[in-house]
């Protein structure tokens, strides 16, 4: 009595982010790049103000770029190992967002109760 055009289940991970390299997905994998390419590349330009070929900023940049991509896959996997899906992605819009000064979030300390209190309105 089934339809041939439902579908007969729904995929757990439809809407989860695709992982690219290593476990991490797309954003995870441009920030631990780009980290590594700016740390690089401040340590290239270092090294030709002082004095040295200036083919070592590229170089820096790109080796740094590629050592931090290796390092965060595992850095990356620690901080999402017994999490929840998205953990990682709201943990860094949080922590962006208060360095920003922002009001995105609702920060309260404290603990949430699911139940009435004892105490009535008035």
Known sequence: MSNQEDIQFLPTRLNREATVYGGMTVP????AAAIGFGIGLFLGLVL????????????FAMLMCIIFVLIGKVVFARLKRGKPEAYLNRLIE??????LGGNKFIRRVGFWATRRSSRGMF
Do not use: T, V
């Open 94 to 99: 949080e922590r962006i967002d208060s360095l």
């Open 48 to 59: 030709w103000a002082i004095g040295l070929s200036w083919i070592l900023a590229p170089a």
């Open 28 to 31: 995870e994998f441009g920030i």
